[in-house]
């Protein structure tokens, strides 16, 4: 039985979509069956998760409108071991609302994501910024969550709602196993940067902080307008190899 992992947060920008598509590849690259989930209705997983272009961009609305079956909307990737559901296909996005009361009060998110745990050793669930209901379901399905926090001057202020958020998951669903906050586009020698890290690593307990943190780099972006996880694309990248360490450490915290 595999595990859910949710990425979450408030905040949009800080590297969840980029966070999701790195690790889920370089869990895949370990030899794990992995599924990357978009629950996102903005869909942006689909531009840089490697998906084939010999197969229909299908997505979970499509299913739940019983147009396709499950098969038809677990797209393949260039890697073995990764397959990725998107939330709607390229036709269906202007239907935001309908599919997020769909996924906010039917069963079928729980279900499906009870089902991919069965069948994968991994399903990464990138989710719409905010606490929103669409987040909501998918943390009370997850097993663990992950918060990217973009080290930048912005997070003096962000960081305390970070962490009141963190409180509000935790207490409210016990079941999930907090694997931390994740420090994002940390720039090494800039003084903003680093005096900002300081302040987070000042007032966030050390337990609820990664020690991996992930540098700026251009190389992530520049991936993913190519269509391909940087882990992929630019392995030798110091981004790309914080993901792949990153991944290890979760795969073992998982197993153990
Ligand atoms: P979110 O999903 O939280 O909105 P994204 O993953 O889409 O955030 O990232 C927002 C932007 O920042 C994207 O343009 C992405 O390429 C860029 N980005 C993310 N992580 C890094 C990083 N470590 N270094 C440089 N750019 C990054
Ligand atoms: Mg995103």
């Known amino acids: 039985m ?7 947060s408030q905040k ?5 979509t980029t966070t999701a598509v790195n690790l889920a590849a370089a ?3 370990r030899g794990m069956k992995t599924l990357l989930v978009d629950v996102d209705p903005q869909g942006s997983v689909r531009f840089g998760a490697g998906l084939r272009k010999d197969h229909p961009t299908y997505g979970f609305a499509d299913y739940l409108s019983g147009e396709r079956t499950l098969r038809d909307v677990l797209l393949p990737t260039t890697l073995p071991w990764l397959r990725v559901m998107l939330a709607g296909s390229v036709t269906d996005l202007a ?8 996924i906010a009060s039917g069963e079928q998110l729980p279900r499906m994501l009870a089902a991919a745990k069965e069948r994968c050793d991994i399903v990464v669930v990138d989710t719409p910024p905010g606490l929103g209901p669409v987040t909501r379901r998918t943390l009370a399905s ?6 990217p926090l973009q080290a930048e001057p912005l997070a003096l202020q962000t960081t305390p709602q970070i962490l009141r958020g963190v409180q509000d998951i935790v207490t409210t669903h016990e079941h999930l196993v907090f694997d931390g906050i994740l420090l994002t586009m940390y720039e090494a020698g800039n003084p903003a940067c680093e005096s900002t890290v300081q302040y987070i690593r000042e007032k966030v307990p050390s337990h609820l902080m990664l ?7 251009p190389a992530l972006a ?8 940087a882990v992929v694309r630019s392995p030798a990248d110091a981004a790309s190899q914080a993901y792949v360490n990153l991944a290890t450490k979760l795969a073992e915290r ?3």
């Open 2 to 8: 595999g595990k859910v992992l949710a990425i979450v």
């Open 12 to 16: 949009g920008g800080v590297g969840k």
């Open 27 to 29: 869990f895949a690259r």
């Open 95 to 102: 239907d935001h609302t309908n599919y997020q009361e769909q």
């Open 142 to 147: 997850a097993d663990r969550v992950l918060i």
């Open 211 to 217: 020690d991996v943190v992930i540098p700026r780099s």
């Open 222 to 229: 520049e991936a993913f307008a190519a269509g391909q996880p």
């Open 254 to 256: 998982a197993a153990g």
